[in-house]
């Protein structure tokens, strides 16, 4: 298969031979940073440099002795599943000072080690900053102690520093996503969607606290992704009189017939006086005001605990990788930077850039500038909290504008978790604007059945967590059925249309805009939002569905890896879907420390096989006893997953033995990842927006007619921004026949697999090979939103 294009770099030519790198966890963990020093470590050991462990954060630093200890390849097996920190955490008073600073030049002067890697907050990244400012100074006073000698000074004359940010609160300008933010909303929603059960059964009102003391992000974003009817943030506090809108939106809302009311609240919520909001003065408040049965719940350190997402592991992987790249190409004048993502992509930034950044916010919160502190945060936090509101806050209908136009929402092809949180999402942002909304059932079948009603803003309530498609969704294309679509758009005198699926709605689109030289009534503004766990839509890099199936398939991988232990050596072989797309064969891979992952977009032989068992054969010798292969179901008509069980079990006779496991549907089911209800909400809202926004440009005397290509658009995920994208242009850009893109961002990810797995093989890192400056990396188009 051919390599993606850009800069390869082959690590004959990217040499760590005679490099020492460190890499420490410190202040609070985050689950995710098992899977960064995994990364580090390998990695680090691939290219040939020596890597250490720092134990206990700053404090082993100072400390030395056995808290710095030489990793192996074995010593990070079995690492990527586990949260909080392995390698251990802690603040360290000491450090903060010059004689603790000393002490700790010293001892990584003792082991050679110049490449710091450092995982934690800013608070982390600030002292890891000083300790290489200090650094040359450090060491002379080293040498007027005594201590080294002169020809260390000059050996070890810089100290290289990288960072990762590893908190749970998405707190650190410059990044889109820190790691362990999406595994505290996994555990976060898991509790709201537990207690909604509860509530639900005695109309009860809950409030919760998150974490979040300066910073609220989890609030927020878990209040999008549950739905919930009021939440409180110290980025934006609530104007003076919200207690009393407060209360009469609860009670608005158990009139329409709810039976359950969510607040949500930051633990650093305040009040425009800096006072803190706590949660029993909320449920004081309710009780009084409402007379509602009111519960509290403090979530605490739970939110810390558990296993990582398959996106932390994949973020923490990613940016493990990177960093070790940043350390063997820093030289004495590169400035101390920090790994980050935007969009999906790994870039770099200078460190003490975002630090000042994300001091910025906390300094406009302390001065009350609240709009300033909500801007600096950066467009992401933006937008959520933007999103929120449109969608929490049903105006009366006085209050809305009157645009006279229908606008009909459908699914089209499987189901895809998050495809309720976008129809949701769709509905209230139209009615908001304005307009009157169609819900058709079961797809086009539906549609020219006349299966059209209006769905009301009530009528998608509590529909953000809810798996499956509650709209019904059938692979039906419109081709043999334009003529009765046609007859219903009149009938119902649709004016738009939104399109959620996957690849079918793709093929849908395409067969509406040729049905319009035959029907005036497909000349309508026509938008498509990707929604399937393939991830095979072309013109997005990411689809709604695809990370709540890839944490199906890491969460089975994990217990399938669980049930071997204590056993003799064992492989399992795990069949994916995906159709012919790779992308949960691969990308699952790398969340689940596979050992190989047989895509179509990759084609392999016998020999492909054989060297695979063979490796695995090796690896067996060592401490390392269970394996992991996937494979994605139509990865080759020969290859099968019985037939790679088969050889895998005849060619490891005597070394292993071999299980296979079909995962199937349970991929596509359960309640919506965090993510999944995000991005649906969010990218649906803004497809709502651009069909509001065409309307009033194709509306001519009277009627609504749109027959540009232009007006026919997919609006998919490209790189680090939401772009829309006319169906007629994404054809060139697709492989029909194998119903995928013709080129695919993440298979620039499966070398990485590859080498965490222990292969030889090349990287391209073409795409953040350049040190960025924070102010930036964000897209510059004002109609480009930032993901997640």
Known sequence: MAQPDGKKIFFESLSGAGKAIAVLTSGGDAQGMNAAVRAVVRMGLYVGAKVYFIHEGYQGMVDGGENIEEASWESVSSMLQVGGTVIGSARCMEFRNHEGRLKAAHN????????????????????????????????????????????????????????????????????DMTIGTDSALHRIIEVVDAIMTTAQSHQRTFVLEVMGRHCGYLALVSALACGADWVLIPEMPPEDGWEDKMCQKLSANRAGMKRLNIIIVAEGAIDHNNKPITTDYIKDLVVNCLGFDTRVTILGHVQRGGTPSAFDRILASRMGVEAV???????????????????????????????????????????KRFEDAVKLRGRSFENNLKTYKLLAHHKPESELPCSNFNVAVLNVGAPAAGMNAAIRSAVRVGITEGHKMFAVSDGFEGFYKGQIQEIKWSDVGGWTGQGGSLLGTKRTLPAKHVDKIAEQIRKHNINALLVIGGFEAFLSLLELLTARGKYDEFCVPMVMVPATVSNNVPGSDLSIGADTALNAITTTCDRIKQSASGTKRRVFIIETMGGYCGYLASVGGLASGADAAYIFEEPFDIRDLQANVEHLTEKMKTSIQRGLILRNENSNENYTTDFIYQLYSEEGKGVFDCRKNVLGHMQQGGAPSPFDRNFGTKISAKAMQWISKKLVEVYRQGKVFANTDDSCCLLGMRRRALVFQPVVQLKEQTDFVHRIPKEQWWLKLRPLMKILAKYKTSYDFSDSSQLEHVHDNRPRDSDAAADM
């Not at 450090?138 to 960072?163: C, F, R, T």
């Not at 200078?350 to 000042?356: F, H, K, R, S």
Request: proline share 2%; with cysteine.
């Open 108 to 175: 990584l002067i003792q082991h050679g080690i110049t490449n710091l890697c450092v995982i934690g907050g800013d608070g982390s990244l600030t002292g890891a900053n000083l300790f290489r400012e200090e650094w040359s100074g450090l060491l002379a006073e080293l040498m007027e102690k005594g201590l080294i000698e002169a020809d260390a000074v000059q050996k070890y004359s810089a100290l290289h520093i990288v960072g990762m940010v590893g908190s749970i609160d998405n707190d650190f300008c410059g990044t």
């Open 325 to 367: 790249f940043a350390l063997l190409e820093t030289t004495a004048n590169t400035p101390a930077c920090v790994v980050s993502l935007s969009g999906n992509q790994s870039v770099r930034l200078p460190l003490m850039e975002c630090v000042q950044m994300t001091q910025a916010v906390q300094k406009a919160m302390d001065e």
